[in-house]
């Protein structure tokens, strides 16, 4: 039954986007969060799902491998967010929710689901941190009440998370804009200095209209014959049938109807001749009541406007198609080119100069193999889907400096195809490194976990045990003051030493390492522990930080599972299943004598004595068979009266010695038989070595028969 939609299902779903939590990678405060609920409930899956519009998606995932996000209609903690308090379903296979639901009557096979919901501080629950088991059970009050408490604190989690990201993108924000203020002014001073450009100023009150030195020379008059004029003054150096067109321009900008004066008109040089000049400029200054007090600009002659107004429309429409992306560096790939532009901000993070443009492979080789990976996944999938893409990635710039940056992007088609690619560029180094000093926060918090039930100790890089909590110890039998100090391979099983230097490697390696290691108690008997484990560089000297859980028990019913589901259960051979697994695991291209064997007239025997005596006599050829093989060989019941005996690692004469022991005790068989056998040699399968036994058993009959 799928789960009824919240009543606030839009203000939700919006809250939940907001977060920006979605498809995000893992982080270590959920997973921690997670694993403790793992441990406190005792239950061997534990989830963070968070419900979008139409599917449940997993910020965090112990113990189911191979999901990160499931349909919604499926899911237990849709039903589980429609309630303030924790849902819990002691047994999935009876509740007429979920008997039919494919997560019980498939894998993972759940039976037991206990969700708390996570609940944001407006009261909108937009998930669930969940226990799962495969097998029916309750949780006890203290369980629900820790539950409830870390779903608690994924919301909080979740909430902080944002401010953090916010506050940063803010501060990088705020720094940017300032260095790119300064960056400005000096630009403009210099660009004024290199084009000789002019400059003006017009006092709308008093209509004084000043100018700069290169202003003046555009007409060939020292500045100081010029200062200070009017307009009407100016007006004496226009030609007159150009005059109206800057007057009217001027007008429409003094009343709101275009954003910036943009002219071009006559001068008439101090020497008579006529000058085209571009005249441009804005309000820059406003009195309360919002009437223009000062207009601003630049006038400059026809061939430098020429020139600046081609790079200016170039830029601004560069800026117009980055800049509802980030506002911060831009860049733009032209697909037939495969040239780059990038803006100046842009050149800055790259540390190249200004208006640098590489080719597609150099902009791509700043960037790792793997992040360049990522980045070529992303424009494939946009181009095929039309969706954009928002990716944090390593990056090494001109100068050899590693950095984290921000790469967005979209894809501009022209006629259907792919035409540019666009978007925004922005170094995230900043918060990349306000990202670690939270997860150093969350490492020293996983520190408390001292009382846990879960099994956690620390040990140096040697392999010495540095600290371990009671639920570890007592797991084992002992006392924590039994294991202090002690080598970690005390308390391995010899066999297990060699396995364990190769674990020390690996995690000096890596930094991190999981898997199974097997345990000895004081009684002597093993423990299988699975662990997931880190090195932790907080302090002088590092250290391994260890989680585990002991799954013993949980093995062991695998195992008798395992052992139900490929044998007989009248003959207690093996059944058909097992031949599967042969051909799948790692005997698949193994040497295998095969011997087919047929129980020769038993239709008559049920017919005759009935079902009963012939069930007997089923089970006493499984006996008779079973005492006539090699330790490691298999007997397999195939059909009504077909059995089927793999002898491992058999050549034709191991096979026959077999066969031929199995002819010479034919008396003390219950029944007469015919046998036939084969050798499965690599490659070929052993569906084509049982065929071949088959054939020879019938040749073995037809002889017997005399035909």
């Given amino acids: 039954m799928s789960a009824a939609l919240p009543r606030d299902e839009s203000k939700r779903l919006m809250r939940l986007r907001q977060l920006e939590v979605l498809d995000t990678a ?12 793992s441990l406190v409930c005792d239950a061997p ?3 963070i799902s968070l419900i979008d519009a139409g599917r449940q998606w997993f910020k965090s995932n112990v113990g189911l491998e191979g999901y990160s996000e499931t349909p919604r209609d499926i899911a237990f903690c849709a039903h589980a967010i429609l309630q303030a308090g924790v849902m819990e379903v002691p047994d999935a296979a009876i509740d007429e929710r979920f008997a039919q639901n494919p997560l019980v009557t498939g894998q993972p096979g759940i039976r037991f689901y206990a969700g708390a919901p996570i609940t944001l501080s407006d009261g909108l629950r937009i998930g669930t941190l969940c226990v799962i088991d495969r097998r029916a059970r309750q949780l006890d009050n ?15 989690a979740l909430e902080q998370r944002l401010v953090a990201l916010d506050r940063t993108a803010a501060h990088q924000r705020q720094v940017e804009i300032e260095q790119l203020a300064a960056e400005d002014r000096m630009r403009l001073s210099g660009i004024i200095e290199a084009t000789r450009a002019g400059t003006w100023e017009w006092d709308v009150r008093t209509g004084d209209l000043r100018l700069n030195e290169y202003g003046a020379e555009l007409i060939g008059f020292p500045l100081e014959e010029l200062q200070p004029t009017t307009l009407e003054t100016w007006q004496l150096h226009a030609d007159p049938a150009d005059w109206s067109r800057i007057v009217a321009e001027l007008k429409a900008h003094l009343e709101g109807r275009t954003s910036i004066l943009d002219c071009e008109l006559r001068m008439i040089h101090r020497d008579g001749r006529p000058v085209w000049v571009n005249c441009r400029g804005r309000i820059i200054s406003r009195s309360s009541d919002g009437s223009p007090l000062l207009v601003c600009g630049v006038i400059v002659d026809n061939s430098v406007r020429k020139e600046a107004e081609e790079r200016l429309r170039d830029s601004e429409a560069f800026l117009d198609r980055t800049g509802w992306l980030a506002g911060v560096g ?3 790939v032209d697909l037939e080119t495969r040239e780059f532009t990038f803006s100046d901000q842009t050149c800055r993070i790259h540390e190249v100069a200004p208006g640098y443009r590489p080719g597609m492979d150099e902009a791509l080789s700043y960037y790792p193999p793997e992040a360049r990976l990522k980045i070529e996944a992303a424009v494939r ?7 954009d893409w928002d990716l944090d990635l390593p990056f090494v710039t001109a100068k050899g400096r590693h950095i984290w940056v921000r790469v967005m992007g979209t894809v501009e088609y022209v006629d259907g195809k792919p035409r540019w690619l666009i978007g925004a560029f922005q170094e995230t180094t900043i918060r990349r490194q306000a990202m670690q000093a939270l997860e150093l926060s969350e490492g020293r918090f996983r520190k408390l976990f001292e ?4 099994l956690i100790c620390t040990h140096d890089l040697a392999g010495n045990i540095i600290s371990i909590n009671p639920a570890a110890a007592h797991a084992l039998d002992y006392s924590v003051a039994d294991v202090m100090g002690r080598p970690f391979k005390e308390f391995v099983p010899p066999s297990q030493h060699e396995k364990f230097d190769r674990y020390l ?8 390492d999981s898997g199974i290691v097997q345990m000895i108690a004081r009684d002597g008997s093993i423990h299988t522990w699975q662990y997931r484990n880190i090195v932790d560089d907080e302090g002088d000297e590092p250290y391994v930080i260890g989680y585990s859980q002991d799954i013993t028990e949980r093995l062991g019913y695998e195992s008798r599972l395992r052992e139900l589901s490929v044998r007989d259960p009248l003959t207690g051979c093996f059944n ?7 051909e799948t695991g790692p005997d698949a291209q193994s040497l295998l004598g095969c011997i087919a064997i047929d129980l020769d007239r038993f239709k008559l025997i049920n017919d005759t004595y009935g079902h009963q005596r012939g069930d007997e006599v089923l089970k006493g050829m499984g006996l008779f068979l079973n005492r006539h093989i090699r330790e490691g060989d298999a007997v397999v019941r195939t059909g009504g009266d077909e059995f089927l005996i793999l002898l491992r690692n058999a050549g034709k004469s191991a096979t026959c010695r077999v066969v031929e022991a199995l002819e010479a005790a034919r008396n003390e068989a219950p029944i007469a038989f015919t046998l036939g056998h084969a050798i499965r040699k690599p490659p070929m399968s052993l569906d084509e070595a049982l065929a071949a036994a088959d054939r020879c058993l019938y040749e073995v009959r037809r002889v017997a028969r005399g035909e």
């Fill in 26 to 37: 893992a982080e270590p405060l959920f997973d921690s969060l997670t694993r403790t609920a």
């Fill in 381 to 387: 999938k946009a181009a095929i889907h039309g969706n």
């Fill in 505 to 512: 490697r690996r995690i000096l390696a890596n930094r991190t």
């Fill in 330 to 332: 831009g860049w733009e």
């Fill in 576 to 582: 058909r299943r097992f031949l599967d697994e042969i």
């Fill in 451 to 454: 009382h846990s039930l879960g």
């Fill in 142 to 156: 203290r369980q629900r009440q820790a539950l409830a408490a870390l779903a608690d604190g994924v919301a909080n």
């Fill in 45 to 47: 899956i534990a989830l």
